[in-house]
């Protein structure tokens, strides 16, 4: 363990571009052998959908300064739930409880982005999305982006999470959202039984779907124990699935980059 960490420790950005490339690529390919959707073009949707990546880079970028300011503060301070626990000697539990809480964030995060009506608006934009695919995971306005950061930052803060721990967890979490996002179905006894605990694509879908209760249910990040705990949790075949958002189903809106960029400054859209 101790050379795992160390390992981490002394990862570049270039490696966790690395894992994300990697992943991406692999699903990709699997999305191309058993695609659960084929007929649309998915260079052309890709395209669009990897536009908001040269937006929210900088802002990435910009951010991570005071990701390691905070993780500096509250190692040196000591602060943070994770430093009172009895066993924060031990690596594999601090990482365990950097994984829970900073997973049990990413659920808050998810359900104040679908029940703040303005935060919804800037959430909006990636459920516009009526193909969902690995490129879907790019489909992320850059004022959702900052948000989503803000938030991952205050749950850092609160947390205490060493830098090791919050990188492992990254490269888990990146690994997750690429997978759920897959325009791939995965067998339903294997769904199933991975879907007690994991968010898997099968359950994902299922957050996609164009209409409520279904676009508020199934908000876990890498766990699902969290939708199963606070009733959230549900699930629908795949025959009655159908992806977007009823209240954005424009096609001309939804496939161009300025209108989705411009979407959350305009009036509310309540789901139907």
Not at 50 to 59: A, G, S
Not at 116 to 121: A, E, F, N, Q, T
Not at 178 to 206: A, M, Q, Y
Request: aromatic share 16%.
């Amino acid at each position: 363990m101790d050379k795992l960490i160390g390992f981490l420790n002394h990862t570049s950005s270039e490696s966790q571009a690395l894992v994300f490339s990697l992943t991406l690529v692999l699903c990709w390919n699997i999305e191309n052998i058993a695609g659960h959707a084929l007929n649309y073009h998915k260079w052309n949707h890709s395209f669009l959908n990897v536009k908001f990546t040269f937006t929210n880079i900088p802002l990435q970028m910009l951010l991570g300064i005071f990701f390691t300011k905070t993780i500096l503060w509250t190692s040196v301070h000591h602060f943070g739930i994770i430093y009172s626990f009895p066993f924060a000697s031990y690596h594999f539990l601090v990482f365990l409880a950097t994984f829970v809480l900073l997973d049990f964030g990413e659920y808050i995060y998810h359900v104040l982005m679908h029940k703040i009506k303005r935060l919804w608006m800037f959430h909006i934009v990636h459920h516009t999305d009526k193909i969902v695919d690995v490129s879907t995971t790019f489909r992320e306005h850059p004022g959702e982006n900052l948000i989503r950061n803000g938030f991952t930052l205050l749950w850092i803060f609160l947390s205490g999470a060493p830098f090791w721990a919050l990188l492992l967890r990254l490269i888990i979490q990146i690994i997750s959202n690429i997978f759920s996002h897959i325009n791939c179905r995965i067998p339903e006894k294997l769904d199933t039984t991975l879907g007690w605990l994991f968010i898997t694509p099968n359950l994902h879908h299922v957050h996609h779907h164009y209409q409520q209760p279904y676009t508020d249910c199934n908000y876990g990040d890498v766990l699902s124990i969290w939708d199963r705990l606070f009733g959230t949790f549900l699930c629908l075949p795949a025959s009655d699935l159908v992806f977007g958002v009823d209240s954005c189903m424009d096609e001309k809106e939804n496939s161009k980059y300025i209108p989705l960029i411009k979407m959350p400054f305009g009036k509310y859209r309540k789901n139907k």
